[in-house]
C-alpha cells in the first residue's frame, strides 16, 4: 500500500503506456489488413454490361421495374441508331414503339420494342436484322406544335421548319420555354397560336396568361392595430371619442395603392379593397376581455350602397390583431406570364389591367379585363375585355400549362 501511494504517478504513466502500445499494434493490424487488398477482392459478384454495348433489356429484370407500365406490358427498350438520341436510363427521354422491329420480335416470341421518338424520321434500329425507314407520325395534339409538321430532332415540341424559321437551335430543347420578346408567352406557346416569338407586337390575347389559382374569401388589405379609448378616473370615455388605429390601402398616382397606418373614429369612412367600390363606414366598436384576461377591440363595418341600387349592405368584422376577410367568396387570378408579380383578387364587377411586356407597368399594348362572374363549384370564371367587350372565360389550368416556366431570354 505505501509503495502505491509513493509511486502512483509511475503506476498511471504505465499504465497509458501499455494502452499507447495496444492502440499502436491495432492500427498496424488495420494497415496490414489494407495491403492484402488485391484485384481478385475488387471484382463484382455479378457480370457489369459494357455501357457501350447496344442491347435490348427486358421489363421482366428487377433493376428496370420502374413503374405499373413497365410491369403490366411486355416491352424492350432499344437504343437508336443516332448518337445523340442514346440514352443511358440516367435522363429519362420520350419514347415509341417502332411498328417494324415489333411485328419481328413478337413474332419470335417476345414483346414490342421501344426506341427513341428522334428515331422517327431516319432508320429504324434494326432489331433481328430488319432496317426500314420510319416515317414521322402525323402530327396530334401532343405531338409537335405549329403549321409545319416535321421533325423534332430536340422533342421540345417545336417542328426543326418553325425553329429554323424563327431562327432557333434546333438541337437544345431550352428554348422551347425562352421567352425571345418578353411578351409573357413562350417560344412554343406562340408557335402554337401562329404568332411571332421574336415579335413583342405579335402574342395572343393577354387572357391566355391568366389562370385561376382559387375562388374563395380574400384576405383584405386592412387591420385593426388598437383603439384609445382615453380613460378617465378608471372609466373610458364615450365611443364617439375613442381613436381607432388602422391599416388601410392608399392609392398613390406615382406608386399605386399602398398600406398606410391611419387614425379614424366612429362615424367615418374607410377603404377596404384595392376596389374603389369597397368603400364600408364605421358603425360599431366594442371592447372585451378575453380568457387570457388580454383587451380585444372590435369594429363593425358596413358597405356603402347607393340608395338607388335597393341592395342590404354587407358587414365586415376587424378585431384587434386578426387578419380581415371579404364577406364573399372572390377569384384569385395569376398572371403566369410575369412570374412574381401580385396575384389579381377582385370581386365581381371589379377591373384589373394586364401588361404586355415583364418589365414594364406601362405600355400601349395593355389590356383591361372585368370580373363578370365565377363558379365555385368548377373554378371556372367569366372575364371581359373592356375594349373589345370579349367575353372569355378562364379556368385553374388556364391555357400555359402549369408546369411550362417561361424564361425570359437576353
Given at each position: 500500500?505505501?509503495?502505491?501511494?509513493?509511486?502512483?504517478?509511475?503506476?498511471?504513466?504505465?499504465?497509458?503506456?501499455?494502452?499507447?502500445?495496444?492502440?499502436?499494434?491495432?492500427?498496424?493490424?488495420?494497415v496490414e489488413?489494407?495491403?492484402?487488398?488485391?484485384?481478385?477482392?475488387?471484382?463484382?459478384?455479378?457480370?457489369?454490361?459494357?455501357?457501350?454495348?447496344?442491347?435490348?433489356?427486358?421489363?421482366?429484370?428487377?433493376?428496370?421495374?420502374?413503374?405499373m407500365l413497365w410491369q403490366n406490358k411486355k416491352f424492350?427498350?432499344?437504343?437508336?441508331?443516332?448518337?445523340?438520341?442514346?440514352?443511358?436510363?440516367?435522363?429519362?427521354?420520350?419514347?415509341?414503339e417502332c411498328p417494324y422491329c415489333s411485328e419481328k420480335s413478337v413474332q419470335n416470341g417476345g414483346?414490342?420494342?421501344?426506341?427513341?421518338?428522334?428515331?422517327?424520321?431516319?432508320?429504324?434500329?434494326?432489331?433481328?436484322?430488319?432496317?426500314?425507314?420510319?416515317?414521322?407520325?402525323?402530327?396530334?395534339?401532343?405531338?409537335?406544335?405549329?403549321g409545319s409538321g416535321g421533325i423534332d430532332s430536340?422533342?421540345?415540341g417545336i417542328s426543326d421548319a418553325d425553329e429554323e424559321k424563327f431562327k432557333m437551335n434546333k438541337d437544345d430543347k431550352r428554348d422551347a420555354l425562352y421567352d425571345n420578346d418578353g411578351d409573357g408567352f413562350s417560344n412554343r406557346f406562340e408557335i402554337a397560336k401562329s404568332t411571332d416569338p421574336n415579335d413583342h407586337t405579335s402574342h395572343p390575347p393577354l387572357w391566355h396568361r391568366l389562370r385561376v389559382v382559387k375562388i374563395a374569401a380574400a384576405k383584405l388589405p386592412i387591420q385593426l392595430i388598437g383603439v384609445n379609448t382615453f380613460p378617465k378616473n378608471g372609466k373610458d370615455s364615450p365611443k364617439e371619442d375613442w381613436?381607432?388605429?388602422?391599416?388601410?390601402?392608399?392609392?398613390?398616382?406615382?406608386?399605386?395603392?399602398?398600406?398606410?397606418d391611419t387614425t379614424t373614429a366612429l362615424g367615418n369612412r374607410v377603404i377596404v379593397d384595392y376596389d374603389n367600390n369597397s368603400r364600408y363606414k364605421i358603425v360599431d366598436v366594442a371592447k372585451s376581455?378575453?380568457?387570457?384576461?388580454?383587451?380585444v377591440f372590435t369594429v363593425k363595418l358596413q358597405e356603402i350602397v347607393p340608395a338607388k341600387l335597393k341592395m342590404e349592405p354587407h358587414y365586415i368584422t376587424m378585431t384587434s390583431g386578426k387578419s380581415v376577410y371579404s364577406w364573399d367568396a372572390r377569384p384569385v387570378i395569376q398572371d403566369t406570364g410575369r412570374p412574381g408579380s401580385d396575384l389579381v383578387i377582385k370581386p365581381k364587377g371589379g377591373s384589373f389591367t394586364i401588361h404586355r411586356l415583364q418589365n414594364s407597368n406601362i405600355d400601349k399594348h395593355s389590356e383591361s379585363y372585368e370580373v363578370v362572374d365565377f363558379q365555385i363549384s368548377n373554378g371556372v370564371v367569366s372575364l371581359r375585355n373592356i375594349s373589345s367587350n370579349e367575353e372569355i372565360k378562364i379556368t385553374r389550368e388556364g391555357e400555359i400549362p402549369r408546369r411550362e416556366v417561361v424564361v425570359k431570354r437576353d
Open positions: 500500500m505505501n509503495f502505491l501511494k509513493r509511486y502512483y504517478d509511475k503506476v498511471i504513466l504505465l499504465i497509458l503506456f501499455i494502452v499507447f502500445v495496444v492502440l499502436m499494434l491495432y492500427v498496424w493490424n488495420v489488413q489494407t495491403n492484402e487488398v488485391d484485384d481478385a477482392k475488387l471484382k463484382l459478384s455479378r457480370a457489369v454490361p459494357d455501357p457501350d454495348s447496344y442491347g435490348k433489356y427486358k421489363n421482366t429484370d428487377k433493376d428496370f421495374q420502374y413503374n424492350y427498350w432499344q437504343k437508336g441508331n443516332r448518337a445523340e438520341s442514346a440514352s443511358d436510363l440516367i435522363e429519362m427521354t420520350a419514347l415509341a414483346g414490342k420494342i421501344l426506341v427513341n421518338r428522334s428515331t422517327f424520321g431516319n432508320k429504324c434500329s434494326g432489331y433481328a436484322g430488319s432496317v426500314h425507314d420510319l416515317p414521322v407520325p402525323e402530327l396530334t395534339s401532343i405531338s409537335v406544335v405549329g430536340d422533342g421540345d381613436e381607432i388605429f388602422c391599416r388601410v390601402p392608399r392609392y398613390n398616382r406615382r406608386k399605386g395603392w399602398q398600406s398606410r376581455i378575453d380568457a387570457a384576461r388580454n383587451i
